[in-house]
């Protein structure tokens, strides 16, 4: 076998909207390990098992990844990095260095509550224990439970 030759001066270009793997605003892709202190943890909640009328909230955390996706694309490809809200005037400029952490989905147990309350809650105080804020994507009502039981958990200490 030959040497393996490596790409000279390639550099990856902005990916369209519909291409790439899917983090919430292109955002790192990271564990609850990788925060620090300031930083933001998203976080997917793909659980509907105790929803009382229509399922479908699973998909939620994947579908706003999507929805961001298209988002970040229009401001990243502008040539002011920008976007103007046409109704306000106000213009939105993302920072240079992001504080954003996309932690991928919580495991949960769709034949297993407790497991899953369990998950929820000690995502949450992992999260707020590291100095981060957490912001979480889907889920239906239940998981607001163990999700303030877990940041009551970390704050109390």
């Known amino acids: 076998m030959g040497k393996r030759r490596h790409a000279v001066g390639y550099q ?3 990916l369209p909207s519909f291409a790439g793997i899917n983090t919430f605003v292109r955002s790192l892709r990271g564990d609850i390990d990788d925060l620090s202190p300031g930083m933001v943890g998203i976080l997917g909640v793909t659980h509907d098992g105790t929803s009382s009328s229509r399922q479908g909230v699973r998909q939620g955390p994947r579908s706003i990844r999507e929805a961001s996706a298209d988002f970040i694309f229009d ?3 502008s040539s002011a990095k920008s976007i103007i809200n046409v109704l306000t005037g106000r213009t ?3 920072p ?3 504080k954003l952490l996309d932690l991928g989905d919580l ?3 769709p034949m297993d509550l407790q497991k899953t309350t369990a998950s929820c809650r000690n995502a ?3 999260i707020v ?3 981060a804020f957490p912001v979480i994507l889907g889920g239906d009502h239940y998981i607001t439970y163990p999700l303030i039981k877990g940041f ?6």
């Open 129 to 131: 224990t590291k100095g």
């Open 96 to 98: 240079e260095q992001t």
């Open 92 to 94: 939105i400029k993302l």
């Open 75 to 77: 401001v990243q490809s």
């Open 152 to 157: 009551c958990q970390a704050k109390s200490g």
């Open 107 to 109: 495991p949960v147990y």
């Open 12 to 14: 990856r270009d902005l």
């Open 124 to 126: 949450i105080s992992s």
